[in-house]
């Protein structure tokens, strides 16, 4: 059998059901028999310094967003589809990047082109002199702090938003 021939396979897959549609169409056309068996919800963060961070947003140089699902959750609470100008979008990786695309009509100003983790971000050359910038990173509740205690030692100012729950 092919490598890239999945006839007859039976795969589970166990993503949030927001996430699954795609790898679940890209296993069908595959040859493949999933089964979306979904073992994680995702659902909005309420964290009570979220909207005072958020009316702040015009002080931050950059925002970075963790997963699709903080991109999704961290701009609806916002309210709007509009970012302060000159505000710099960053994003781990191209799942991500699509998903602000899609959200706010532009490409992220940041991705990784490889290693599509905190790593790989913060290897892009816009966040190596980030002195006094302010940061703000949004991603899930339990999320690492590996990318903000990388940046600060460098000067920036980082907060972190939770703006998604996992249940």
Do not use: W
Not at 80 to 92: D, E, F, M
Request: net charge positive.
């Amino acid at each position: 059998m092919p490598a890239n021939n999945l006839a007859g396979l039976r795969v589970l897959v166990t993503r949030p059901a927001e996430q699954a549609a795609p790898l679940l169409e890209k296993l069908t056309a595959a040859g493949a028999r999933p089964l979306g068996f979904p073992l994680l919800i995702l659902r909005a963060c309420h964290d009570p310094d979220l909207k005072r961070v958020l009316a702040q947003l015009t002080d931050y140089a950059m925002a970075i967003f963790i997963s699709p699902g903080a991109v999704r959750f961290g701009l609806r609470a916002l309210g709007t589809t509009s970012l302060p100008p000159g505000l710099n979008l960053a994003t781990v990786g191209k799942g991500t990047a699509r998903a602000l695309e899609a959200e706010l009509g532009h490409p992220a100003d940041i991705c990784p082109n490889s290693q599509f983790d905190s790593a790989g971000l913060l290897a892009e050359p816009a966040l190596h002199d980030v002195a006094g910038q302010r940061i703000l990173i949004f991603r899930g509740r339990g999320g690492r702090e590996q990318l903000a205690d990388s940046l600060r030692p460098g000067g920036a100012r980082v907060a972190m938003q939770k703006s998604t729950n996992v249940a």
